[in-house]
């Protein structure tokens, strides 16, 4: 019956603006054949179908052929869907009755389909749908990606089951835009998966089963033999098991996992709800039950991180256990790990502690570990109500110890109708750090921030009448500068402090030095005297240096006199 009113589309469909057809229509309503080409916004499919229709429509059965050439999906489902243009042939028959419901089969290729920027090739399909029953298998046959996939599945309102199994060989993971770097990464392997629930008494249960999985990097080679997950649901509690050569992983409690990031957020929320001030309502206002256990362990890490081309090694023994609830708010987590190394000198992190814990009104945070087995390092760090309080020590007696303390405001302001990007005040709380026996003073100093550049105001350092002192506006852009006061600094303090020790400078230092575009290509203006100037136990004598910055040549300019007995030695540069 046709009653005269529009009919509203999905709008799912508004990427085809408006749709022609143009070719021929004959025959009955009860005998028709359509052949002709339907053009829309995304392009032209073409289509040669015929459709029959029996006792007054209560059975129908349709055969027929749709084809197209660059039809473009990213105009039709979005860019966000990471498709693009696909042109495939494909055949199709089927017939649906009041009795029976529908039932189909598709048969046919996609020569090309393009998915984040590559176009994949020869794609075969085969398929039947039978009610609420398919069966059917994809073949990709790609220069980059060989890939299997057949599989039936059951979707019955009381009773849900299924089973399938993917076959990858030689999947180019880099040029099929899958990964950034790695260029030679290639992934083969098996999978397969069976499942079945009732959804009347919510007992579910899926097994998932990978073998002879092959990771390649170059020459380098990584082979997982098996890797195994069981995942249960009942009305009584739920489980999930992981079991592979990489790590054990058990998970235990009610929870649904497609709601975990949203109790993840809503956790996060209830700390410092700044974060997610931008976050649409509909999405905050979804309500989550998750409360479960975790732990994780037997982790064997290292082949992975060495095909991947990464110097970082965990060593045997760690693990990391967890308890979260959104009914009580309350959640800890719990992870040692004996040893870390990293770098091309495999230096050590060791005897990492790390422990989170909170409750409805502040979330804690500790980590204790040693650095290269003789450097003691801690971090403490409170959250709530939107403020941050974060207290970093270190205890290396051959060197130096002492702490750095921050307390933190986390806002945003309104300018105009829209809320600007996360900010932050910190203050600098006054503590002190021994450097070489000498103990200096940190006095109290505030850092405003937009996490793209960071405003110092007043920060200082002093012991007796030496002294650091920093101001400005610290970024990436060159017009922004930092202002450095030094007044009787040792130079070998600076150099104990970031390491460097292929040569033995010293000095007195006092002057002054205005750094530009300090988080980008930095630029250094120094007016400085350094008294008594050592180079590898070689008193030069006092040295007077200046350099500057010329912005139209894009050049530094350096001068520098040094003076000993009286004597004078000048240099440009």
Not at 167 to 196: A, P, T, W
Not at 351 to 362: A, E, K
């Amino acid at each position: 019956k046709i009653s005269g009113k529009p009919v509203k589309m999905p709008k799912q469909l508004n990427g085809l603006g408006k749709v022609k057809y143009r070719g021929s229509v004959s025959g009955y309503l009860t005998d028709l054949v359509a052949y002709g080409e339907v053009l829309s916004d995304i392009g032209l499919v073409n289509m040669d179908m015929h459709l029959e229709s029996a006792d007054e429509f209560k059975n129908v059965r349709y055969n027929g052929e749709v084809g197209a050439n660059n039809l473009n999906l990213a105009k039709l489902l979005g860019d966000k869907s990471q498709l693009g243009q696909t042109s495939f042939k494909l055949n199709s028959s089927g017939e649906w009755s009041k009795k029976n419901g529908f039932t189909c089969w598709v048969k046919g290729d996609v020569s090309k389909l393009a998915f984040k920027g590559y176009e994949y090739k020869d794609i075969h399909i085969d398929g039947n749908l039978k009610g609420q029953e398919f069966d059917g298998q994809i073949d990709l046959n790609d220069e980059n990606a060989d890939v299997d996939f057949s599989g039936s599945f059951n979707y019955s309102k009381a009773m849900r089951t299924g089973a399938f199994s993917v076959n990858v060989s030689n999947m180019q993971l880099h040029k099929l835009n899958l990964v950034k770097g790695y260029e030679d990464l290639s992934l083969s392997g098996n999978v397969s998966l069976d499942f079945r629930g009732d959804l009347e008494s919510n007992n579910n249960r899926a097994d998932v089963y990978v073998n002879n999985l092959t990771l390649n990097n170059g020459e380098k080679q990584l082979r997982i033999n098996d890797i195994e997950i069981v995942s249960v649901v009942t009305p009584k509690r739920d489980s999930l098991v992981l079991s592979s050569d990489l790590m054990s992983v058990k998970v235990s409690g009610d929870y649904e996992i497609t709601k975990l990031p949203r109790s993840l957020k809503n956790a996060g929320k209830r700390y410092l709800p700044v974060l997610f001030a931008k976050e649409k309502k509909s999405a905050a206002d979804v309500k989550c039950n998750n409360e479960f256990d975790i732990r994780i362990d037997n982790i064997n890490v290292n082949k992975l991180s060495e095909i991947l081309g990464s110097t970082v090694r965990v060593g045997k023994g760690a693990y990391l256990s967890g308890h979260f609830s959104d009914r009580t708010g309350k959640s800890n987590a719990r992870a040692e790990i004996p040893v870390v190394r990293f770098g091309k000198k495999q230096k050590s992190i060791d005897s990492t502690l790390i422990l989170l814990d909170n409750d409805y009104d502040m979330a804690s945070l500790r980590i204790n570990s040693r650095y290269n087995g003789h450097t003691g390092l801690g971090l403490m760090a409170n959250a709530a109500h939107d403020s941050v309080q974060v207290n970093v020590n270190w205890d290396n007696p051959s060197l130096s110890y002492g702490s750095l303390s921050l307390e933190g405001l986390l806002h945003r302001e309104m300018r105009g109708d829209t809320l600007s990007s996360l900010l932050a005040s910190v203050d600098v709380m006054p503590t002190f750090i021994s450097i070489n026996d000498d103990q200096w003073n940190m006095r109290k100093s505030h850092i405003d921030t937009d996490f793209k550049s960071f405003f110092i105001k007043g920060f200082e350092m002093d012991h007796d009448k030496q002294y650091v002192r920093i101001d400005g506006l610290a970024s990436k852009n060159m017009s922004d500068s930092i202002d450095v006061d030094l007044s009787g600094v040792r130079l070998a303090y600076i150099m104990d402090l970031v390491g460097v020790h292929a040569v033995d400078l010293d000095a007195m230092i006092d002057g002054k030095a205005c750094v530009y575009g300090l988080l980008g290509p930095m630029v250094l203006n120094i007016d400085a005297t350094a008294d008594d100037f050592t180079f590898n136990n070689s008193v030069w004598g006092d040295v007077d240096l200046k350099s500057e910055w010329d912005s139209q040549t894009r050049r530094l300019h350096a001068k520098g006199h040094v003076f000993k007995s009286g004597q004078q030695a000048d240099g440009d540069a």
